[in-house]
């Protein structure tokens, strides 16, 4: 039954995509068929082959015990970020997804569930969204992992991260995460858009540790290079 469900999806799939062909998110032109299922990525050949990728060799944040990035926050991952964090364009969430589900799954053994950085209450009614949460949804889907949207809990809004130092970010984040509804599984993949310093994941790692959970790898869309005075996923 289960085969005949999947075969049925997977066909419902290709006839989307035929009806309705992925389109490049920062070109316009024609996407691709998705490495790994019958969803397109809304991304073209020569825009994915231009999005630098991160090197293999990133030292996990604290906390966690290993960290995935797809790519390196700079040209033209950059755009798809900021259009869907501050112009509120929710189409880069599935490129980034994707492109997020290619590059873990490939390593292995997945976690059991992702959670994605909860935003504050106030953030969250400005946007209307939170962006980790938009791109935790389509890795999920590619990946078939549940989503634990309601795990962690964000007890209040932060300052923006950019412009503080390493020190005032740990504080600024001090007590910011506490776990809401549930229990956090053994495996825990979490996931936030941009990670600059890793006090972000630091800080909500730390919690799902306390509340059970053993192993927390951090899953983010890019990653900044040292020295760079870009944002940290804290969402702004
Ligand atoms: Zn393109």
């Not at 005949?4 to 024609?30: E, I, K, M, N, Y």
């Not at 791109?135 to 999920?140: F, T």
């Not at 229990?183 to 825990?188: M, N």
Request: glycine share 8%; aromatic share 4%.
């Amino acid at each position: 039954m289960l085969t005949t469900s999947l075969t049925r999806r997977s066909l419902t799939r290709h006839a989307l995509g035929w009806l309705v062909p992925p389109r490049c998110a920062l070109c316009d032109r024609r996407g691709q068929d998705s490495p790994l299922s019958g969803w397109g990525l809304d991304l073209c050949a020569d825009c994915e082959a231009a999005c630098p990728p991160a090197p293999d060799s990133l030292a996990p944040p604290p906390g966690c015990d290993a960290v995935w990035a797809a790519h390196i926050y700079a040209s033209p991952v950059d755009t798809l970020v900021r259009e869907l964090k501050f112009d509120g364009v929710l189409a880069p969430a599935r490129v980034l997804g994707m492109l997020m589900a290619a590059h873990r799954a490939p390593a292995g053994e997945l976690p059991d569930c992702i959670v994605p950085v909860p935003l504050g209450r106030q953030r969250f009614a400005e946007r209307g969204f939170n962006q980790a949460q938009e791109i935790a949804r389509h890795a999920a889907r590619h990946l078939r992992l549940p989503v634990q949207a309601r795990l962690l809990h964000r007890t209040r809004d932060t300052e923006a991260q950019s412009g503080l130092g390493a020190a005032e970010r740990q504080g600024n984040l001090a007590g910011a995460f506490a776990i809401g509804r549930g229990r956090p599984p053994p495996r825990v993949a979490l996931v936030d858009d941009v990670l600059t310093t890793g006090s972000t994941v630091a800080a909500a790692a730390r919690v799902l540790k306390e509340a059970g959970a053993q192993w927390v790898e951090a899953w983010v869309a890019a990653r900044t290079l040292p020295r760079t005075n870009l944002d940290d996923g804290e969402p702004q």
